[in-house]
């Protein structure tokens, strides 16, 4: 069994903008799930730990039809994490950094996450990001001062993708960000979902399209690692 700390926004609100968001839905609980039934434990963690604020567009009936993250949502399964400065990275074999607009404010400069990932990474564990996830991989630096994703190959969510008039918002372009240090890798976007190995340690995923896939992909790895 291996244990994988899934880490989740606390949640931001732009008042002026009248625009609030978190973490996204199906990005935690679709990888959570496949990650469970194979017999892993999954931790959840946040920058102020306690209930965190999902953002509310992931569990409506656009994005989820079925109702099938809203119900996992309202059962309580992600109402307690932990504090991002309280957890012990040498305790996990998997950090997972779940999308939603609100990893851009509040995970993508976090230092005590950039530990956690450079300690889990270190120590031969895997890093995995997905769809805006990835913005901590780029200002997070490793011990030689380089940007975690220098060089690599990874993915994330296109600039294309975005909800009209949001980049004008958001603290960066996530894409563009990505691209000016790493070898950035959009895949096809009329397939559903794609995820990128830079290395055998770090996966990246490019949108909440690739959740269940981000999920198959860490299971076959922790397989392979002799973790089931």
Request: aromatic content about 8%; hydrophobic content about 35%; proline content about 5%.
């Amino acid at each position: 069994m291996a244990k994988v700390l899934a880490v989740l926004s606390s949640g931001y609100k732009d008042e002026e903008n009248n625009y609030e968001t978190g973490w996204w839905g199906e990005e935690l609980f679709a990888p959570m799930q496949l990650l469970e039934q194979a017999g892993h434990q999954v931790d959840l963690a946040s920058p102020l730990g306690g209930k965190p604020v999902i953002d509310k567009m992931s569990i409506s009936e656009e994005y989820d039809p079925k109702g099938t993250y809203k119900e996992l949502y309202e059962s309580g399964k992600a109402d307690d994490t932990m504090e991002l400065s309280d957890v012990n990275p040498d305790e996990y074999d998997v950090v997972l950094i779940v999308g939603g607009h609100g990893a851009m404010y509040d995970l993508a400069k976090d230092q005590d996450l950039h530990t956690i990932m450079n300690k889990i990474y270190d120590g031969g564990g895997i890093v995995a990001a997905e769809c805006h996830g990835p913005a901590p991989l780029v200002f997070a630096k490793r011990p030689n001062g380089e940007s975690f994703i220098a060089g690599k190959k990874v993915t994330g969510y296109p600039d294309e993708m975005e909800p009209e008039g949001l980049l004008d918002i958001l603290p960066f372009s996530l894409e563009q960000e990505m691209r000016k240090i790493s070898n950035y890798e959009q895949g096809n976007l009329e397939k559903t979902g794609h995820a990128v190995w830079a290395d055998e340690q770090l996966v990246t995923s490019r949108d909440p399209f690739s959740s269940k896939l981000m999920g198959e992909e860490l299971v076959k790895a922790l397989e392979k690692k002799g973790k089931n």
